[in-house]
């Protein structure tokens, strides 16, 4: 139940950046947007950062289980690229909202939500430096490839025409021939 609760909390901090205007997330919208007071909110998280930091680890674990299903194993079993492919595949094709790009733009300014994500996606995202350097840039360019049109897509500033998406993945998928690795 403590579960379900938790889970229905950090849910609502998310809906609360995803109401129209962009709501804030506090202790007392929160709780109100979940149906809960907000002494029964701070048993489960006692302070508004335990919030900020759960509701940072619930998304980065969001996209790490979306990698995990698209590499269909998890990342240190995954070559660099399946995991990089993975992430491509997830970047080009999931659907992303400025609440996703503010809980992961807002730890540029938050150490422990920067250790958060990085936690998650580093075993996803890092090319090992043994590679030759074209399959290194290969690599790294669909990356951020797939970085530049999540961004576009979750804010909403300059996105891509839908009808270009099949193309875009595309063009990742050839920067992820793998006959180029090693």
């Keep these: 139940m403590a579960t379900d ?24 919208a929160t709780a109100k ?8 909110l701070m048993y489960h998280f006692p302070t508004k950062d335990a919030l900020m930091l759960a509701v940072v680890d619930h998304a980065a ?3 790490e289980r979306l ?39 807002d730890a540029a300014y938050r150490d422990a939500y920067t250790a958060t994500w990085i936690r998650r996606l580093d075993p996803w995202l890092t090319v090992p430096d043994d590679l030759p350097e074209p399959v290194r840039g290969r690599l ?7 970085d530049g ?10 996105p891509a025409a839908e009808r270009d998406r099949a193309a875009l993945v595309a063009v ?3 920067l992820l021939r793998q006959e180029t690795a090693p």
């Design 67 to 105: 990698l995990i299903d698209r590499a269909g194993q998890p990342a240190e079993a995954a070559t660099p690229f399946q995991r990089i492919s993975a992430y491509v595949e997830v970047a080009l094709t999931e659907s992303f909202d400025r609440a996703d790009f503010a809980i992961y733009s």
């Design 149 to 158: 049109y999540w961004t576009a897509a979750a804010t909403g500033v300059f």
């Design 140 to 146: 790294v360019a669909a990356r951020l490839l797939a």
């Design 33 to 40: 947007r979940v149906g809960l007071t907000k002494p029964g």
């Design 5 to 28: 609760t938790k889970l229905r909390i950090l849910e609502g901090a998310l809906d609360l950046l995803r109401a129209e205007g962009g709501g804030a997330i506090t202790l007392e």
């Design 61 to 63: 674990a969001q996209w």
């Design 172 to 174: 990742a998928r050839d």
